[in-house]
């Protein structure tokens, strides 16, 4: 590895106005990318963790990339989703390489539900309706496609819905993959993954595989860290949500009735006759479906339900644990039938080994829970999860992943992400991963906010709480959307919002065929934001897009496409969840104010992240929209605001329309103005 000082030359070689970037594409200089990368490289050199807040607009991509291939040594890159890991595996390390000369190795590693299993391919036919038409088409599509891919990665497929339900038939999970007894093991496409990434000098992999492979010492990622001396994690905002799902335990009612069809499939193909497979996977269903029918009880079809006592709240406990037990002496019986034919296949010796973690997670979960960590109920549609997670990461990333001793100290780590908090120290990313004593650095945005963007809040919508909210909202929505001919997203922070919204646009706006609606879950995510980039070009009508969770980051829509964003209200997380609720009252166990101290930053994150979907270019102009007067009344507001980019503040009604009619082109005109099917809200 070079010195510090040859580092630090070459960085500003690279991002010079007339630099190795500025030859390779068009390319600006940006201070705040110099400082980060310049920052990065000195972590590099010496060991220790970085935590960077790098506003939009900076580059980070290039700014923590450029010194870590520069510096020789060996590093490991982690984003949050497998769309971001493609697109830096795919496009930005490629393009980079080429541009500074460097001959080195690159791998993908995702998780196994990302790759094509062929000992499942092979026992699909079994699983799959043979009176379903459209289900054997796309398995024989499959079954094509493998014949030809090298990496196996079902990302190749872009036909292939991510919701479809063929894909657990054809990918493996820890639980059900055969390891080294499977007849495939040396096809293995995720094997194949874990080798090439052991022998790469760049890996890049998502923070879901690092936890998950974390929690269970699996080969993979657990395997690689200790290999490489930088390790990278882009979009770290995401870190400690994604973490807890994994350190903690779940059992889930469909992870139960995966289990009963493979065992059912395996046991009529190569044991038939030997054991009544019907009765010991008829068994396991019924238990499994009275324990989600007992949780149904509650009412709830969506919902998390705490339990903080010996059931989930508002169960009896006596049938809780009726019902629990029968799931547990359920997969007893079905272990005592594997064990009597485990030696006739490893499908077998598999299928008993599950059966034992399922049945020893049930009587975990009917022991006492642990005091550091939150139970709860997860409750949505046909499927139930029991839940237990401890309530931050900050532990296990102090032991498991920085790890202790003169090897760990002379590592480098850096977390990187637009948004990590609303204080000079980044407390509310550093405290829940651990990283306290780290060294921290802020970046802002290049582009001119005042300029670029307005925010308004309108003082004429009901406060969140009414129940008129929601209807109003829309109905705000319509008139701006009418006034900007598309061009809009919705954010909402509830799904029951999510579907009032775009119930009421789609009402509003059937009958004239100006626009069209696009609401969160009618298609695919990836088809859904084809055809809202798409816009009104080519002949068609503007686009809403009205959505949610996922939509609130990780969206880039420059130029014209995304020029109004409404935010319907104020993104605090929700009090009654239990796991806000735990964090809550472990902030008011350590002497701290809940609100000021945890619900107040998780809202300034998350706002800033929905903030962020409207500017990502220079050129780009636009108008966010807050429909929440708290953000203006309230005193906690100004915090909020603050966390926001320096935006120009929109007072009047008048000033607004102002701002729409202003994005529209010179050739454009509003569509007509058509009643609302909610109360109106413009003149």
């Known amino acids: 590895m070079p010195g510090a000082t040859a580092l630090r030359s070459r960085i500003e070689e690279v991002f010079a106005a007339d630099g190795v970037l500025s030859r390779a594409a068009p390319y600006t200089p940006r201070q705040g990318q110099l400082?980060?990368?310049?920052?990065?490289?000195?972590?590099?050199?010496?060991?220790?963790?970085?935590?960077?807040?790098?506003?939009?607009?900076?580059?980070?991509?290039?700014?923590?990339?450029?010194?870590?291939?520069?510096?020789?040594?060996?590093?490991?890159?982690?984003?949050?989703?497998?769309?971001?890991?493609?697109?830096?595996?795919?496009?930005?390390?490629?393009?980079?390489?080429?541009?500074?000369?460097l001959p080195l190795r690159t791998a993908l590693l995702k998780g196994r539900a990302s790759y094509l299993c062929l000992h499942r391919m092979e026992r699909a036919r079994w699983d799959v309706d043979l009176g379903d038409r459209a289900a054997l088409l796309a398995l024989a599509s499959v079954e094509q496609w493998s014949r030809t891919t090298h990496s196996?990665?079902?990302?190749?497929?872009?036909?292939?819905?991510?919701?479809?339900?063929?894909?657990?038939?054809?990918?493996?999970?820890?639980?059900?993959?055969?390891?080294?007894?499977?007849?495939?093991?040396?096809?293995?496409?995720?094997?194949?993954?874990?080798?090439?990434?052991?022998?790469?000098?760049?890996?890049v992999v998502n923070h879901h595989l690092v936890f998950a492979d974390l929690a269970v010492r699996e080969s993979g990622v657990a395997e690689l860290l200790p290999t490489v001396r930088i390790a990278i994690f882009d979009e770290a905002h995401q870190l400690n949500e994604i973490?807890?799902?994994?350190?903690?335990?779940?059992?889930?009612?469909?992870?139960?009735?995966?289990?009963?069809?493979?065992?059912?499939?395996?046991?009529?193909?190569?044991?038939?006759?030997?054991?009544?497979?019907?009765?010991?996977?008829?068994?396991?269903?019924?238990?499994?479906?009275?324990?989600?029918?007992?949780?149904?009880?509650?009412?709830?079809?969506?919902?998390?339900?705490?339990?903080?006592?010996?059931?989930?709240?508002?169960?009896?406990?006596?049938?809780?644990?009726?019902?629990?037990?029968?799931?547990?002496?359920?997969?007893?019986?079905?272990?005592?039938?594997l064990a009597m034919v485990s030696e006739l296949s490893p499908d077998f010796v598999r299928l008993h080994e599950r059966?034992?973690?399922?049945?020893?997670?049930?009587?975990?979960?009917?022991?006492?829970?642990?005091?550091?960590?939150?139970?709860?109920?997860?409750?949505?549609?046909?499927?139930?999860?029991?839940?237990?997670?401890?309530?931050?990461?900050?532990?296990?990333?102090?032991?498991?992943?920085l790890g202790t001793g003169e090897a760990a100290a002379a590592k480098s780590w850096v977390f990187?992400?637009?948004?990590?908090?609303?204080?000079?120290?980044?407390?509310?990313?550093?405290?829940?991963?651990?990283?306290?004593?780290?060294?921290?650095?802020?970046?802002?945005?290049?582009?001119?906010?005042?300029?670029?963007?307005?925010l308004y809040v309108p003082d004429d919508i009901a406060r969140p709480a009414d129940p008129g909210h929601s209807a109003q909202v829309a109905a705000f929505a319509a008139q701006a959307v009418q006034r900007l001919r598309g061009r809009t997203m919705v954010l909402t922070t509830t799904l029951r919002a999510l579907r009032t919204i775009g119930d009421a646009l789609k009402s509003h706006f059937e009958a004239s065929g100006g626009i069209e609606v696009l609401v969160q879950g009618q298609w695919p995510k990836r088809r859904l934001m084809a055809r809202f980039r798409q816009g009104n070009a080519d002949g068609q009508p503007g686009c809403v897009l009205v959505a949610s969770a996922s939509f609130w980051e990780g969206v880039d829509i420059p130029g014209d496409a995304l020029q109004l964003v409404i935010i319907d209200?104020?993104?605090?997380?929700?009090?009654?969840?239990?796991?806000?609720?735990?964090?809550?009252?472990?902030?008011?166990?350590?002497?701290?104010?809940?609100?000021?101290?945890?619900?107040?930053?998780?809202?300034?994150?998350?706002?800033?992240?929905?903030?962020?979907?409207?500017?990502?270019?220079?050129?780009?102009?636009?108008?966010?929209?807050?429909?929440?007067?708290?953000?203006?009344?309230?005193?906690?507001?100004?915090?909020?605001?603050?966390?926001?980019?320096?935006m120009k503040l929109l007072t009047t009604q008048a000033e607004f329309q102002q701002s729409l009619d202003a994005l529209r082109g010179p050739d454009e005109e509003a569509l007509p103005t058509r009643p609302s099917t909610t109360a109106a809200l413009w003149p």
């Open 355 to 401: 059966a034992l973690v399922w049945m020893e997670r049930s009587q975990g979960f009917l022991a006492a829970g642990d005091a550091g960590a939150v139970r709860w109920l997860d409750v949505g549609g046909a499927q139930l999860r029991l839940m237990a997670s401890p309530l931050d990461i900050a532990d296990a990333v102090q032991a498991r992943l």
């Open 416 to 454: 990187t992400s637009a948004t990590l908090g609303d204080d000079a120290q980044l407390r509310w990313f550093t405290e829940s991963c651990g990283l306290v004593g780290a060294r921290t650095l802020r970046v802002d945005s290049p582009f001119d906010y005042a300029t670029q963007a307005a």
């Open 35 to 101: 400082d980060m990368a310049t920052a990065i490289g000195e972590t590099i050199t010496t060991g220790g963790v970085l935590v960077v807040e790098a506003g939009t607009g900076v580059g980070k991509t290039f700014a923590y990339l450029v010194p870590a291939l520069l510096s020789g040594e060996r590093v490991l890159l982690s984003t949050a989703t497998k769309t971001l890991q493609d697109q830096l595996f795919g496009r930005d390390l490629p393009g980079l390489l080429q541009a500074l000369g």
């Open 243 to 337: 973490g807890v799902q994994f350190l903690g335990l779940q059992l889930g009612t469909g992870q139960l009735l995966d289990f009963a069809r493979d065992t059912l499939a395996a046991g009529l193909q190569q044991a038939r006759g030997l054991v009544d497979w019907q009765h010991v996977v008829a068994r396991l269903e019924h238990a499994t479906r009275e324990l989600r029918l007992l949780a149904g009880q509650r009412g709830a079809n969506t919902a998390r339900i705490n339990w903080t006592g010996a059931a989930p709240d508002g169960l009896p406990e006596a049938e809780w644990r009726d019902a629990l037990q029968s799931v547990c002496d359920s997969l007893r019986h079905a272990a005592e039938a």
């Open 152 to 203: 196996g990665d079902l990302a190749e497929l872009p036909d292939l819905d991510e919701r479809s339900p063929l894909i657990p038939l054809v990918t493996s999970t820890r639980d059900n993959c055969l390891g080294a007894q499977c007849p495939q093991f040396r096809n293995c496409h995720v094997n194949l993954a874990r080798r090439e990434a052991l022998a790469a000098d760049v890996v």
């Open 569 to 646: 209200k104020l993104p605090f997380p929700p009090p009654n969840d239990p796991l806000v609720e735990a964090r809550a009252q472990r902030a008011e166990s350590q002497g701290k104010k809940p609100f000021m101290d945890y619900f107040v930053p998780e809202a300034a994150v998350a706002l800033k992240q929905g903030a962020g979907r409207l500017i990502r270019r220079e050129s780009d102009r636009g108008v966010l929209v807050v429909c929440d007067t708290r953000l203006t009344k309230m005193g906690y507001g100004r915090r909020l605001r603050a966390a926001l980019p320096p």
